[in-house]
């Protein structure tokens, strides 16, 4: 793989000295191992007798090759290196070819070379993803200037990745950054973008635990990957529509739609108030109040059709035991303030409320 660096190095074990080499050095060069194709060879250089299951020797060529793939710069196998941290040579391999991209990486030094990509805005909203059987999902996005966008990416980050890393270890990020448009990438679902400003694409989609999309937007003069929190908590964040055949068709509206939201602030009860949000059917949360002594004791409540319902610290009865404070047992709240009159109204003009923060710092117990 000629677009890596070559690797030929010298060491001494006991007195006796050895190359380890990406290329074969002469005719008494050992194979020592192969990793996303690149070829790592044992040369002993010097007299003397040697064996290749003598631990010093064996750690001192692992060394060489973890050496070789943390200072690499394509496509961020360092990253992925310096992430996952490999104990083994034999995990190092697995990490690699099963996480780096092999058209990414062979492909990563053909891009212009006047190209100097910027950070842009591209200005986008997600307003609905709709579920289909098979993991498959179709994400609906409007584009403010959608004339100004080349290509779109759509990844999924599995559960247990960080998503920043994520973008780097899977490619993505080198894909943009080099400006690698033209090239097809199994690994991500992507499109030319159109001219229109409301747009839909097919995407790969499990909604297993909590789930973030990365979505990269880019042209010829710069990029945007941004990190999307489609699901938190086992709740989505945007609107969304399950057509799977296990939910028998079901539309399931949820906070920060696309449809109108009100917020107010509830009855004082229990020792406590929330802030709320609810939809123009009167559907929505009373949002999270947190113990200020300690943050893990903490509940909402669902609103459903202007009916908050009951609902308890999710440590109750055992708060005071498991975090020596005090939590609130089952109770309920009445729907206070303005938005409940607003909504009656004139809810068609309220503007959409970015409601992703729900944690709301309250006074009292929780």
Partial sequence: MSNLRTLNSKFFIDGMAFRVSTSPINNTSYLYESILGINFYITKVS???????????????????????????????????????????????????????????????????????????????????????????????????????????????????????????????????????????????????????????????????????????ANTQGYNIAINNIIRDAEYSILFEDLRSSSKGRVKLNKGTTYANVEGETSNNAGHNHKYVIDKNGNGYALFAVNPENSEIRHRHKVVNYVIQPAQSLCFPNCRRIYDADGVPPHVHSLQGGGVAQMNTAAIEMPRININAEQEIQQSLY
């Fill in 47 to 217: 007299s003397g007798r040697y064996s290749l299951e003598d631990g010093m020797l064996i750690e001192k060529i692992n060394a060489f090759i973890f050496s070789y793939f943390q200072s690499a710069t394509v496509s961020n196998i360092s990253d992925l290196v310096s992430y996952f941290k490999p104990d083994n040579i034999n995990d190092l391999k697995t990490l690699l070819e099963s996480s780096v991209d092999q058209n990414v990486l062979l492909s990563s030094q053909i891009s212009t070379s006047s190209f100097n990509p910027a950070l842009i805005d591209f200005n986008y909203q997600i307003d609905k993803i709709t579920l289909y059987d098979y993991g498959k999902a179709r994400l609906k996005i409007t584009f403010n200037q959608p004339e100004e966008i080349l290509k779109i990416y759509f990844l999924q980050v599995p559960a247990g990745f960080e998503s920043e890393n994520y973008a780097k270890i899977s490619g993505l990020t080198s894909m943009i950054e080099n400006n690698l448009h033209g090239l097809r990438c199994d690994r991500f679902n992507s499109y030319a973008a159109t001219s229109k400003k409301e747009q839909s694409f097919d995407i790969e989609f499990v909604d297993t635990g909590d789930v973030d999309l990365l979505i990269g937007v």
